[in-house]
């Protein structure tokens, strides 16, 4: 069953840090959809992918995530 997780992203600082953390989050086993907002510093994040993986993929990406 799907679910949406919402992470607070910081380090993003233009579009292209956006698409990055986007493309790494829908990487993620389980993912079925990553909205990524910069102004909201903001992820959203649709499927049934573990939070763990999802945190470490914006890590790997090179910016900071936490569950809102």
Same mark, same amino acid.
């Given at each position: 069953?799907?679910? &949406? &997780?919402?992470?607070?992203?910081?380090?993003?600082?233009?579009?292209?840090?956006?698409?990055?953390?986007?493309?790494?989050?829908?990487? =993620?086993?389980? =993912?079925?959809?990553? /909205?990524?907002?910069? /102004?909201?510093?903001?992820?959203?994040?649709?499927?049934?992918?573990?939070?763990?993986?999802? &945190?470490?993929? =914006?890590?790997?990406?090179?910016?900071?995530? /936490?569950? /809102?």
């Amino acid at each position: 069953m799907s679910s &949406i &997780i919402n992470l607070k992203v910081t380090g993003m600082t233009c579009n292209h840090c956006v698409m990055h953390t986007k493309k790494a989050l829908e990487a =993620v086993s389980g =993912v079925e959809n990553a /909205e990524v907002n910069l /102004e909201a510093g903001a992820a959203k994040v649709t499927g049934t992918a573990k939070v763990d993986a999802l &945190i470490n993929a =914006v890590k790997e990406a090179g910016y900071s995530a /936490e569950v /809102e």
